[in-house]
């Protein structure tokens, strides 16, 4: 049975080492890859680079089972029956046997990588025209229309602090997920609460959030802005999980923070981000709704 076990697991990994070795993001090493399993969806996930991307994740994921689950495990019972041999030749070689078996599971899977990880570094693989190259996927799908609230002109900007002295500190947990603030832990007390819906939302498109949603830039703001709403605990810059790279998690972003109450800017220029003189890039720009933050 350990046997057909461990066979059944190196022809999986025969099969899904081509795809690792294109990985990007979902990095094995050193702790293993826990997911997400799916970081692209919705309609702007269609070219071969997303479905590549996507069998690196499970494949990474399963890698992660192999090596750093199942693995360990084997070890660990063939040790117990060397320790409950009582002494026997027999025991003590059916438990050698099956801590050999895992070892040696362990250095064709990480041989196999090596090789065909080297190779494609050194010839490269391209598909079409979204260049896939080893080790980094650069998916450039086809970008979404963005939602037509994102289009509309913000509210009239307020200065100064938080609203009649209310900021608060943004509660880092919400349900499905957390926050991990840059600069700043703060806002005025409608944007807290809202910011709490929204990674609440945005956690909702996913079956587990990993890594957390990156705040930015909060209050206090770390420089001068030029929207003053940064100024008073009003505006937030807000990044999807350093896990999730693709245009449909920015999307689903934006979504989230309108569903909740709150205006938002695409600041992704390669995602159909807005040119304004506001725009600083690589971010999304909520603020709360005109009425809602004002002092």
């Known amino acids: 049975m350990i046997k057909f076990l461990l066979g059944a697991v190196l022809v999986l990994i025969s099969i899904a080492l081509p795809f690792v070795a294109l990985a990007h993001n979902a990095s ?36 992660t089972l192999v090596i750093f689950a199942i693995a360990p495990i084997m070890v660990v019972y063939g040790g117990v029956k060397m320790m409950m041999s009582a002494g026997s030749p027999e025991g003590i070689k059916n ?48 970008v979404a229309p963005p939602p037509a609230a994102a289009e509309e002109p913000p509210p009239a900007a307020v200065s100064g602090a938080c609203p009649n002295g209310a900021c608060q500190v943004i509660n880092a947990s919400f349900e499905g997920g957390s926050f991990w603030f840059k600069n700043g832990s703060q ?38 802005h030029q929207d003053p709403r940064h100024g008073n605990g009003c505006a ?43 725009t600083t890039g690589g971010h999304v720009h909520l603020e709360s709704s005109a009425g809602v933050c004002q002092g």
């Open 187 to 224: 806002a005025a007390t409608p944007m807290a609460n809202a910011l709490s819906c929204v990674g609440k939302e945005f956690a909702s498109n996913y079956v587990i959030l990993v890594q957390p949603i990156r705040i930015t830039e909060a209050y206090p703001p770390s420089s001068p």
């Open 95 to 142: 438990g050698r046997g099956i801590i050999l078996n895992a070892v040696i599971g362990i250095a064709i899977a990480l041989g196999a990588y090596i090789i065909i990880s080297t190779f494609l570094f050194l010839i490269g693989a391209a598909t079409g025209g979204t260049g896939v190259q080893w080790p980094n996927i650069q998916c450039t799908p086809q």
């Open 236 to 278: 937030v810059d807000i990044t999807p999980p350093s896990n999730f790279t693709t245009c449909g998690a920015v999307q689903n972003l934006i979504q989230a923070a309108q569903t909740c109450g709150l205006y938002a800017l695409n600041e992704y220029p390669n995602c159909g981000g807005a040119e304004t003189e506001l």
């Open 28 to 63: 094995v090493w050193p702790t293993g890859y826990w997911g997400p399993l799916v970081a692209c969806d919705g309609q702007v996930c269609r070219s071969l680079c997303d479905l590549v991307d996507l069998g690196q994740h499970l494949t990474a994921f399963g890698i």
